[in-house]
């Protein structure tokens, strides 16, 4: 069964302050994608970041990165100098490729986890 | 481009109502999905088509609620009658097979309060 797990409900630090939100997913496709979102206290849901099972190679975006293990099942998120407007809820998602290679975009998200950047 | 349009933002109705929620998704876009959250159980994956056709309502949590997409354009979401426990935001999104990244483009969502 697919699963994914946040286990930080909350997490609250002050700016500047590096902060990771660790994910572990479960799933017994070999072919699959992650993903994190993000849910401003306006309360859209916003695109982070998608990573495919293949590409184990982490990524930077600025202020963000994402770590990919698939020997330990995790997906994790560092925001570095973290700031006020990063304070959101955050979602990792997993998506399994079904017909093969195709993607629907069907997402199983985590419980998400709070994250309160203060000033 | 517009983005999914979802309406209306916000609803209250009392218990036994029917609540209709409205979708158009991103023009091109060839699934939908509507998605439920709420504090206690999260996000979670009511119902998607591919080409206006149902794929998967597993998720569907009764009778009560039911989903149409009459053409490529348009989507709703029904709940009759609608109960307290209805009470959440509610999202559509929609995605394009063919980019195959899976990404999802949401909504703002719709939140129902049901009294």
């Known amino acids: 069964a697919q699963k994914v797990t946040q286990a930080q409900t909350e997490i609250s630090v002050v700016e500047k302050e590096d902060v990771t939100l660790d994910c572990v997913y479960e799933t017994r496709d070999t072919t699959y994608y992650l993903f994190w979102y993000k849910q401003p206290p306006s309360g859209e849901l916003v695109f982070l970041i998608r990573r495919n099972s293949f590409d184990e190679q982490n990524e930077i975006s600025g202020r963000y990165s994402w770590n990919f293990q698939k020997s330990t099942s995790s997906f994790n998120f560092t925001i570095t100098a973290s700031q006020v407007v990063d304070s959101a809820v955050y979602f990792c998602a997993l998506s399994e490729a079904q017909g093969g290679s195709s993607n629907t975009g069907k997402l199983i998200f985590g419980q998400g986890t709070t994250l309160q950047v203060k000033p | 481009d517009a983005g999914v349009i979802q309406s209306p933002r916000h609803e209250v109705t009392e218990m036994g109502q029917e609540v209709t929620l409205r979708c158009k998704p991103i023009s091109g876009h060839d699934y939908l999905f509507w998605y439920r959250q709420t504090m206690m159980r999260g996000l979670e994956l009511l119902i998607y088509f591919n080409n206006n056709v149902p794929i998967d309502d597993s998720g569907m949590p009764e009778d009560r609620f039911s989903a149409k997409m009459p053409n490529a354009s348009f989507s709703t979401l029904k709940i009759q009658p609608s109960e307290p426990r209805d009470s959440a935001v509610y999202f559509c999104?929609?995605?394009?097979?063919?980019?195959?990244?899976?990404?999802?483009?949401f909504g703002e969502g719709s939140r129902l309060t049901v009294l």
């Open positions: 999104a929609s995605s394009l097979a063919a980019r195959n990244t899976g990404e999802l483009f």
